[in-house]
Nanobody, 123 residues
Framework: QVQLVQSGGGLVQTGGSLRLSCAGS????????MAWFRQAPGKEREFVAA????????DYADSVKGRFTISKDNSLNTLYLQMNSLKPEDTAVYYC????????????????WGQGTQVTVSS
């Protein structure tokens, strides 16, 4: 049974930064797709960023390109999301997800999810 435990998040003003962490157990992160999604109130869960190891691919949603950075520490089985230049539009509950196969931008690709962490950006 894979468990993903998230930490980080919180309240920050526009232009500020936050770092999210996602620690996994039960699987090796080195070969698995790992991703971040987010869900704002009343909206569907949307793709934010993903790492696809066998393609040496890092992919970002257009809305976060140039501002967010996804990274992974395989020795610690931990996924990170560094969020800079935050905007009120980034306010949402953020979720990490693993493992994945197929289209890494689709929610249905992923079998395991973190508990979610709130990110709130004041205007």
């Amino acid at each position: 049974q894979v468990q993903l435990v998230q930490s980080g998040g919180g309240l920050v003003q526009t232009g500020g930064s936050l770092r999210l962490s996602c620690a996994g157990s039960g699987r090796t992160f080195a070969t698995a797709i790992m991703a971040w999604f987010r869900q704002a109130p009343g909206k569907e869960r949307e793709f934010v960023a993903a790492v696809v190891p066998w393609k040496d691919l890092i992919d970002y949603a257009d809305s976060v390109k140039g501002r967010f950075t996804i990274s992974k520490d395989n020795s610690l089985n931990t996924l990170y999301l560094q969020m800079n230049s935050l905007k009120p539009e980034d306010t949402a509950v953020y979720y990490c997800a693993a493992p994945g196969g197929g289209n890494h931008r689709l929610v249905t690709t992923y079998a395991y999810w973190g508990q979610g962490t709130q990110v709130t950006v004041s205007s």
